[in-house]
T-cell receptor, first 112, second 112 residues
Framework: GAGVSQSPRYKVTKRGQDVALRCDPISGHVSLYWYRQALGQGPEFLTYFNYEAQQDKSGLPNDRFSAERPEGSISTLTIQRTEQRDSAMYRC??????????FGSGTQLSVL | DQQVKQNSPSLSVQEGRISILNCDYTNSMFDYFLWYKKYPAEGPTFLISISSIKDKNEDGRFTVFLNKSAKHLSLHIVPSQPGDSAVYFCAASDGGNEKLTFGTGTRLTIIP
């Protein structure tokens, strides 16, 4: 595809369930980023990868959040034991190394 | 603690006039600044950037001004067009694109 693809577009889950959010970056992009955006706020950094290596995970809120990019392409953000406060838009972005970010349309997560 | 602040949640401007969007930051380590534009149901898209060694960067109708002593930047759009109606996010980092801190956004409406 031409852009960053995220799936699912919407995810509704019950509190306590685990969720996995997928990001398919632009082909050839070295860097992949995860951001979270609450309603009325700007995107908030979570973590990023260069190739398969996680470079910075300082933005992950707690140990229920994890991310991987095992083959340096598709990435998965996993949230275990979801809580209502996890409800937000989760945005993935990719870029050629240290260049401008291209964002996907996001996954809207609702935890009931 | 909001390190990047956009104090105007919304702005309306007549078509053909100048739009001025403002952004303030508190972290003196920030040395790279960007503006992103976001249409409904889409991810943010990169608009323009400026590094701290400059005080102005221009790209077509868009100009970003940086006042380091005041920790303030602004985006000027001249002339404003209906397609400029969107939410504009200011972002900053302390080196490159790896970890951006975003403001809360300003919704710009261009009145035909």
């Amino acid at each position: 595809g031409a852009g960053v693809s995220q799936s699912p577009r919407y995810k509704v889950t019950k509190r306590g369930q685990d969720v996995a959010l997928r990001c398919d970056p632009i082909s050839g992009h070295v860097s992949l980023y995860w951001y979270r955006q609450a309603l009325g706020q700007g995107p908030e950094f979570l973590t990023y990868f260069n190739y398969e290596a996680q470079q910075d995970k300082s933005g992950l809120p707690n140990d229920r959040f994890s991310a991987e990019r095992p083959e340096g392409s598709i990435s998965t953000l996993t949230i275990q034991r979801t809580e209502q406060r996890d409800s937000a838009m989760y945005r993935c972005a990719s870029s050629p190394r240290n260049e401008k970010l291209f964002f996907g349309s996001g996954t809207q997560l609702s935890v009931l | 603690d909001q390190q990047v602040k956009q104090n105007s949640p919304s702005l309306s401007v007549q078509e053909g006039r100048i739009s001025i969007l403002n952004c303030d930051y508190t972290n003196s380590m920030f040395d790279y600044f960007l503006w992103y534009k976001k249409y409904p149901a889409e991810g943010p898209t990169f608009l323009i950037s400026i590094s701290s060694i400059k005080d102005k960067n221009e790209d077509g109708r868009f100009t970003v001004f940086l006042n380091k002593s005041a920790k303030h930047l602004s985006l000027h759009i001249v002339p404003s067009q209906p397609g400029d109606s969107a939410v504009y996010f200011c972002a900053a980092s302390d080196g490159g694109n790896e970890k951006l801190t975003f403001g809360t956004g300003t919704r710009l409406t261009i009145i035909p």
